[in-house]
Protein backbone atom coordinates (compact mmCIF):
# COMPACT_ATOMS: atom_id res chain seq x y z
CA UNK A 1 0.00 0.00 0.00
CA UNK A 2 1.28 3.22 -1.24
CA UNK A 3 1.66 6.35 1.18
CA UNK A 4 -0.65 9.24 -0.12
CA UNK A 5 0.84 12.66 -1.18
CA UNK A 6 -0.38 16.39 -1.83
CA UNK A 7 0.29 14.87 -5.69
CA UNK A 8 -2.66 11.74 -4.85
CA UNK A 9 -5.92 11.40 -7.06
CA UNK A 10 -8.96 10.72 -5.96
CA UNK A 11 -12.60 10.31 -7.58
CA UNK A 12 -15.61 9.46 -7.09
CA UNK A 13 -17.15 6.34 -8.63
CA UNK A 14 -18.38 8.33 -11.74
CA UNK A 15 -14.89 8.79 -12.96
CA UNK A 16 -15.11 12.47 -13.58
CA UNK A 17 -14.79 14.02 -10.52
CA UNK A 18 -12.09 15.03 -8.77
CA UNK A 19 -11.44 15.31 -5.12
CA UNK A 20 -9.52 18.90 -4.08
CA UNK A 21 -7.23 17.33 -1.65
CA UNK A 22 -4.87 19.94 0.44
CA UNK A 23 -2.28 17.97 2.75
CA UNK A 24 -2.24 19.71 6.86
CA UNK A 25 1.36 18.50 7.72
CA UNK A 26 4.64 19.92 6.80
CA UNK A 27 6.89 17.58 8.84
CA UNK A 28 6.94 14.26 5.93
CA UNK A 29 7.46 14.39 2.28
CA UNK A 30 8.26 12.25 -0.77
CA UNK A 31 10.26 13.81 -3.39
CA UNK A 32 9.44 17.13 -2.02
CA UNK A 33 5.75 16.57 -1.88
CA UNK A 34 3.45 16.39 1.39
CA UNK A 35 2.21 13.08 2.60
CA UNK A 36 -1.44 13.00 3.50
CA UNK A 37 -2.42 12.53 7.17
CA UNK A 38 -5.67 11.50 9.05
CA UNK A 39 -8.78 13.63 7.66
CA UNK A 40 -7.12 14.98 4.78
CA UNK A 41 -9.01 13.70 1.91
CA UNK A 42 -12.50 14.12 4.13
CA UNK A 43 -15.02 17.35 3.71
CA UNK A 44 -13.06 18.20 0.52
CA UNK A 45 -14.47 19.51 -2.34
CA UNK A 46 -15.24 17.62 -5.51
CA UNK A 47 -15.21 19.34 -9.07
CA UNK A 48 -16.35 17.87 -12.55
CA UNK A 49 -19.27 14.57 -11.55
CA UNK A 50 -20.68 14.03 -14.14
CA UNK A 51 -23.75 12.49 -12.33
CA UNK A 52 -26.06 15.16 -13.72
CA UNK A 53 -29.74 15.04 -13.95
CA UNK A 54 -33.27 16.45 -12.70
CA UNK A 55 -33.83 14.56 -9.52
CA UNK A 56 -30.02 14.02 -9.49
CA UNK A 57 -26.93 15.21 -6.93
CA UNK A 58 -23.78 15.06 -8.55
CA UNK A 59 -20.79 14.31 -6.04
CA UNK A 60 -19.28 17.67 -4.93
CA UNK A 61 -18.08 16.67 -0.88
CA UNK A 62 -16.53 13.82 0.47
CA UNK A 63 -17.39 12.21 3.49
CA UNK A 64 -15.54 10.24 6.51
CA UNK A 65 -12.87 8.16 5.04
CA UNK A 66 -14.40 4.83 6.17
CA UNK A 67 -11.14 2.46 4.92
CA UNK A 68 -7.53 3.10 4.33
CA UNK A 69 -5.39 4.89 7.00
CA UNK A 70 -2.93 2.99 8.45
CA UNK A 71 -3.43 1.56 11.56
CA UNK A 72 0.30 1.50 12.93
CA UNK A 73 2.44 4.41 10.83
CA UNK A 74 1.00 8.06 12.12
CA UNK A 75 2.55 12.09 11.31
CA UNK A 76 2.08 14.01 14.17
CA UNK A 77 -0.27 11.83 15.92
CA UNK A 78 -2.25 11.73 12.69
CA UNK A 79 -2.32 8.43 10.65
CA UNK A 80 -1.07 8.16 7.14
CA UNK A 81 -3.26 8.27 4.51
CA UNK A 82 -3.24 4.90 1.73
CA UNK A 83 -3.78 4.11 -1.32
CA UNK A 84 -6.83 2.13 0.19
CA UNK A 85 -8.40 5.60 0.75
CA UNK A 86 -12.02 4.97 0.31
CA UNK A 87 -14.88 6.97 1.60
CA UNK A 88 -18.74 7.80 0.63
CA UNK A 89 -19.30 11.52 -0.90
CA UNK A 90 -22.94 13.45 -0.22
CA UNK A 91 -23.87 12.12 -4.39
CA UNK A 92 -26.92 10.69 -4.69
CA UNK A 93 -28.50 8.39 -4.07
CA UNK A 94 -27.55 9.35 -0.74
CA UNK A 95 -24.78 6.64 0.77
CA UNK A 96 -24.30 4.96 -2.30
CA UNK A 97 -21.60 6.68 -4.26
CA UNK A 98 -17.65 6.28 -3.10
CA UNK A 99 -14.81 8.27 -3.73
CA UNK A 100 -11.42 6.62 -3.92
CA UNK A 101 -7.98 6.42 -5.06
CA UNK A 102 -6.95 6.26 -8.80
CA UNK A 103 -3.56 7.16 -8.26
CA UNK A 104 -1.26 7.71 -4.89
CA UNK A 105 1.23 10.62 -5.91
CA UNK A 106 4.09 8.66 -5.30
CA UNK A 107 5.47 4.90 -5.79
CA UNK A 108 8.42 4.98 -3.65
CA UNK A 109 7.45 4.28 0.00
CA UNK A 110 4.60 1.93 1.09
CA UNK A 111 3.63 0.24 4.42
Request: hydrophobic share 35%; aromatic share 4%; with cysteine.
Given at each position: ?N????D??LR???????VA???????V????R???????PE??G???C?N????????????R??????D???I???A?A????R???DG???G??Y?E???AG??????
Amino acid sequence: MNWLTEDAVLRCTHKTGIVATKPTQTLVTIAGRRVLVDADPERKGIGGCSNIGPTIKPCTLTLRVEVGYSDWLRIEGKAIALDTVRGKTDGTPPGTVYYEVAQAGQDLVRQ
